[in-house]
């Protein structure tokens, strides 16, 4: 079994900064792409922002030149750090991960639990 524990929302200011982190545990064998996705009321979970395994990067328009994903492989966890945070970034933050479990050969998704992140005007 694997879990994703994430931690770092809160309440901010806009203009402000927040750090999300999401460590991943269990029976891991290796993990793949991580990334974080957001949901806000009435909208759907979109992608915020991907990492693969050797470090490549994708982010939706709305973020690109204001939030930055890293990961640390050693850690088994993904970072989102978001600068310059505005209104609309307001939304729960979910991260996912690709993961094999340890003596397996396939890769299911797992998910986070959420974390909240509200950004006040």
């Known amino acids: 079994q694997v879990q994703l524990v994430e931690s770092g929302g809160g309440l901010v200011q806009a203009g402000g900064s927040l750090r999300l982190s999401c460590a991943a545990s269990g029976s891991i064998g290796s993990i793949n792409a991580m990334g974080w996705y957001r949901q806000a009321p009435g909208n759907q979970r979109e992608l915020v922002a991907v990492?693969?395994?050797?470090?490549?990067?994708n982010y939706v328009d709305s973020v690109k030149g204001r939030f930055t994903i890293s990961r640390d492989n050693t850690k088994n966890t993904v970072y989102l750090q978001m600068n310059s945070l505005k209104p609309e970034d307001t939304a729960v933050y979910y991260c996912?991960?690709?993961?094999?479990?340890?003596?397996?050969?396939?890769?299911?998704?797992?998910w986070g639990q959420g974390t909240q992140v509200t950004v006040s005007s």
């Open positions: 990492i693969t395994s050797g470090g490549s990067t």
């Open positions: 996912k991960a690709e993961v094999r479990g340890r003596g397996t050969y396939y890769y299911n998704d797992y």
